[in-house]
């Protein structure tokens, strides 16, 4: 079982940005997830990456377009929240038998600067226009409810199957 991200320091400091406005408003969040593992990226990868984008955008609506891979190794969303965020996630699986995140980083960009944290290592960088800092995580922040992703996960497989838009709710 791959450990989850929603539990990383960073994450918690990420979203702490974008609730103090440090960066302005809210624009776009862009999620990059590659894991070691067996099954389709969608299935494995999907509900962790909508349980991190939903701790970024809060519960929305979304119009979005996806694209899977033939043999079903990664699924790439790009979205439009209701409140004019742009969403966008790559998920890949590579074959293996030890399960592990290779990658894991989020930006997040306001309109006043962002955020890029690695998920997987103590780095975060915020950029405002007083300049770049490099924030320590510090303690770990609540933990994010888990969300019920079935109904966002069929509709990005639904939008890869057709070649489509769709709107999902997250």
């Given at each position: 079982?791959?450990?989850?991200?929603?539990?990383?320091?960073?994450?918690?400091?990420?979203?702490?940005?974008?609730?103090?406005?440090?960066i302005?408003?809210?624009?776009?969040?862009?999620?990059?997830l590659?894991?070691?593992?067996?099954?389709?990226?969608?299935?494995?990868?999907?509900?962790?990456?909508?349980?991190?984008?939903?701790?970024?955008?809060?519960?929305?609506?979304?119009?979005?377009?996806?694209?899977?891979?033939?043999?079903?190794?990664?699924?790439?969303?790009?979205?439009?929240?209701?409140?004019?965020v742009v969403?966008?996630?790559?998920?890949s699986?590579?074959?293996?038998?030890?399960?592990?995140?290779l990658?894991?980083?989020?930006?997040?960009v306001?309109?006043?600067g962002s955020v890029l944290?690695?998920?997987?290592?103590?780095?975060?960088?915020?950029?405002?226009?007083?300049g770049?800092?490099?924030?320590?995580?510090?303690?770990?922040?609540?933990?994010?409810p888990p969300?019920?992703?079935?109904?966002?996960?069929?509709g990005?497989?639904?939008?890869?199957?057709?070649?489509?838009r769709?709107?999902?709710?997250?």
């Amino acid at each position: 079982m791959i450990a989850s991200l929603s539990a990383q320091p960073g994450l918690a400091r990420a979203l702490g940005a974008v609730r103090s406005a440090e960066i302005g408003l809210l624009r776009a969040a862009a999620l990059d997830l590659v894991s070691i593992g067996a099954g389709d990226a969608l299935p494995v990868l999907g509900p962790e990456a909508i349980g991190v984008l939903r701790g970024a955008t809060g519960p929305t609506s979304l119009d979005l377009q996806a694209h899977t891979t033939a043999d079903g190794g990664a699924t790439t969303f790009l979205g439009r929240a209701g409140h004019g965020v742009v969403v966008s996630a790559h998920l890949s699986m590579l074959p293996g038998e030890r399960p592990e995140h290779l990658r894991a980083a989020l930006r997040i960009v306001g309109t006043h600067g962002s955020v890029l944290v690695d998920l997987l290592r103590p780095q975060l960088d915020v950029r405002t226009a007083a300049g770049v800092t490099q924030v320590p995580f510090g303690e770990p922040g609540p933990a994010l409810p888990p969300a019920d992703a079935a109904e966002a996960l069929s509709g990005i497989a639904e939008s890869a199957r057709s070649g489509r838009r769709h709107t999902i709710t997250w």
